[in-house]
Every structure is written in structure tokens, then in C-alpha cells.
């Protein structure tokens, strides 16, 4: 059957018909593609949903309420050096985040080399600027519990906006932790050699899509919360 | 059967390190360039995406603005950073199709948002905290 040939390594059908002869050949759907990656790609999938929900129903109480929405541009202000910027904090952690993606997208490439010291490097600063974005978010978090703010209420309009600054915020801070645990596990693995027995350094990938899945988020949030 | 998961599956200790296997060549790698330009981009983007708060861009095109920059940055990132543009079209339409019904969830919510909101004007008068 032609179906059987898209399981051979080097035949490729274009187009639309490796998509059906893919599903149908009852083995596995997606060919030549590590396990780990598909598993990892289908959790951010599902994880996609959650953020949704999150930013979802913030659009809902946002759109429902009837009492003015705080501007986010003065709340995440900060004074510098005697001059006042605008949500210059979230600027900052913005560029932090876009920075960790790009150490960790040519972590994945040095790892495919197989350079062990740079791959594990740049994971580490990768992980690095991971550290520096929640220290960030917890700055922020404290200056804006001591102005008042609290998921019932806040100074300067709609009580709903501290429910969903905590939620939203709160959960995109646990990911970026969790990833930093994440990513120097696996950076120490790397730096110890345990993948070279393998030869397969798609580990690295497979963490490396959770992180930029991580800076995909805060790219929604961004635009959403803080930029809206 | 062709699956890159043996190779990992059996884990046997082989005494020298393994030559490459095979399966690599179809491991995702290219030119570091590509990366350096996709960070410069997403800096670029998000710089964009910040000067619309700065200069107070209003309205219409406030939203479109943040919503284009949005879009750009996500998809560099998911086709780029994430390797996806070289993904085979099994993987690519089993994970970009589904969140594409969150369309559904978010006109419903609006749509709801809208009710309840009027709802509030109606009953609670505008801007009424106090709903005796």
C-alpha cells in the first residue's frame, strides 16, 4: 500500500497527503517526530487552553463590569531617576523574557552540535533570565499589594482587576519557575554527559519548546492586560 | 519501525560515545543566524508594541496596533524558536487547529459580557457600587 511508504525514512509525500496517509496508518501519527516532543507539544496544547480561559474570562469581567477599568499604563509605572515612565517595568521584563527565548533557541542548536559546555551555558543564562523575570514579578506584586491592591479590590476602579492581575500573572510566574527548575535539571544532565551515551540531544528541544512556550504567553498577557 | 524513541527506549550503555545516530539528521538544525534575527525582530516588535502605550495611540488604533505586533511576535516565535515551520503537517494542523475554537469561547463571552454589563446599567444605574 502507498500508505505504508510514509513510514520509510526519506520517502515524503507533499503537501496535504502526508497529513491524511500520517493518521492513517495506524501505528503512529506523528512520523519521525520523538515521543517526548509530540507529548511535550500536546501538554502545551492543553496548557494553551488554560491561558485562554484565564485571559478569556478577563476579557469577560473587563467587558461586564460597569465601573472603570484601572489603566494598567499608570499602575505599572515607575519612577527612575526623577522621571516618570510609563509600564517601563513591563518593558523591561519583556526584553528579559525575549532574551531567555533566544539563549535557549541556540541552546537547542549547540546541543544538536553536541557542545556539551555551551549548550549547558547557555541553559543556565537562559535560566538566568528566567530568575531575574519572577524577581521582577515579585517587585511588582509587593509594590502593588502595598498600594492596596487585593483580588476584591483596589484603589482605582473595578475590584475585578486584582483577580485578574493575581490569577493571570500568578500562574504565567509558576511556569516561568517551574521552567527554571525545569531547564537547570536538564542543563546539569547535559553538563554530566547522561545524553551523550545516547547521542540524542532532543531532550534539550523538547525543554526548550516549554520555555518559549512560556515567552508565548507573556507575549498574549502583553497585549491583554497590560497594553489594552 | 522506524521510531526515533528506540534509540532512547533501550538506554544500553554503550562504552564509547554512540556516533550519531541517523535519526539526527532530521534533528532541527540550522543556521544560528536565523536565531539572531528572530531575537532582533521580537525586541524590535516589542519595542513597537510598548511606543503604542507611550505615545497614546486611542481607540481603533490602539488595537489594531497591539493586536498586529501580538500576532507578528507569536508567530516568530512558534514558527521560528519553536521549530514549527519545519514540522511535518501532522503535528502542525494537530496542534495550530484546535486553540483556533477558542473563537467560539471568546464570541460566546462577549456576547454574555455584553448582557450582564447592560444588565448592571439597568437594575444598578451606571457606575453603581452601591446597589441597595
Known sequence: MTDHAAGVPGTQTPGLRTLVTDWSTDQEAFKRVHWGKAMMWIFLLSDTFIFSCFLTSYMTVRSSTTMPWPNPSEVFALNIFGHHIPLILIAIMTFILISSSGTMALAVNYGYRRDRRTTALLMFATALFGVTFVSMQAFEWTKLILEGVRPWHNPWGAPQFGSCFFMITGFHGMHVSIGVIYLTTIAIKVLKGDYERKGNYEVVEIAGLYWHFVDLVWVFIFAFFYLW | ?132
Open chain 2, 1 to 132: 519501525m522506524e521510531h526515533e524513541g528506540v534509540v532512547e527506549d533501550t538506554g544500553h550503555a554503550v562504552a564509547q560515545p554512540a556516533p550519531a545516530p541517523a535519526n539526527l539528521q532530521h534533528g532541527q538544525q540550522h543556521p544560528l543566524g536565523i536565531y539572531f534575527a528572530i531575537w532582533g525582530l521580537l525586541f524590535v516588535l516589542s519595542t513597537f508594541s510598548y511606543l503604542v502605550d507611550y505615545f497614546h495611540f486611542e481607540g481603533f488604533q490602539r488595537w489594531a496596533l497591539i493586536v498586529i505586533f501580538m500576532w507578528l511576535k507569536a508567530g516568530l516565535i512558534v514558527a521560528i524558536f519553536m521549530h514549527m515551520r519545519w514540522e511535518r503537517l501532522a503535528l502542525k494542523y494537530a496542534i495550530l487547529i484546535p486553540p483556533l475554537l477558542l473563537g467560539v469561547l471568546v464570541a460566546l463571552m462577549s456576547i454574555e459580557s455584553n448582557y450582564t454589563f447592560w444588565t448592571r446599567v439597568i437594575f444598578f444605574g451606571l457606575f453603581g457600587t452601591h446597589a441597595h
